[in-house]
């Protein structure tokens, strides 16, 4: 092993030990000193929204930002999301709480600054774009990007039919979603 990738891999375990360890104080200083926390509660508002159940313990990856040093996260495989699980069954919009649920989040979550500003960004997000008016759109220009494909792939699992209605289930998750956080954040303490 490189002394440079030796040296990364000593840094990431000694910010996971500390986070691990500390409170208080000492901890919220050393995710301020270590972790892009405004770019890690844009990915949380993001995998909350969508529903992104498996995107907490693992289908991320987290990166070292050269200009800040700090940590960033960046999520990858979503394809158990917007309401269906990774084997393409629906699995209702309720399924992820706000709050997530992994350590990080949880130690990141602990302080009040942190919750006050996660709620402004979900807000925002409920605001736009994270509606069927801004989102359909979108949904019905990839829909409609890949129909033809999907048509003529005869090794897919579900039927064409299937696909077909999947604009409106993603809508209806996108409906049903906005109703589940507004509700959660109505309850939840800062």
């Known amino acids: 092993m490189d002394s440079g990738r ?42 909350v929204l969508t529903g992104n159940y498996d995107g907490f313990d693992q289908n991320y990856a987290l990166y070292e930002h050269p200009p800040t040093g700090r940590y960033r996260i960046i999520p990858w495989d979503y394809e158990g999301t ?15 709480p706000i709050q997530g649920y992994n350590k990080l989040t949880e130690k990141v979550l602990a302080f009040s600054s942190c919750r006050q500003a996660y709620r402004k960004i979900l807000v925002k997000l409920l605001r736009k774009p994270f509606t069927v008016e801004d989102l359909g759109p979108v949904i019905d220009r990839m829909h409609n990007h890949i129909a033809a494909a999907i048509y003529h792939d005869r090794t897919r699992k579900h039927d064409y039919r299937t696909f077909m209605r999947e604009k409106e289930f993603i809508r209806q998750y996108i409906h049903e979603r906005r109703q589940v956080v507004k509700r959660e954040l109505a309850g939840w303490k800062d």
């Open 82 to 96: 917007w309401g269906r699980n990774c084997y393409g069954r629906p699995c209702g919009s309720d399924l992820v």
């Open 6 to 47: 030796g040296y990364i891999e000593k840094r990431l375990g000694r910010f996971v030990g500390r986070i691990n360890r500390l409170k208080g104080n000492m901890l919220r200083q050393c995710l301020i000193r270590n972790l892009d926390i405004r770019q890690y509660l844009h990915w949380l508002a993001g995998a």
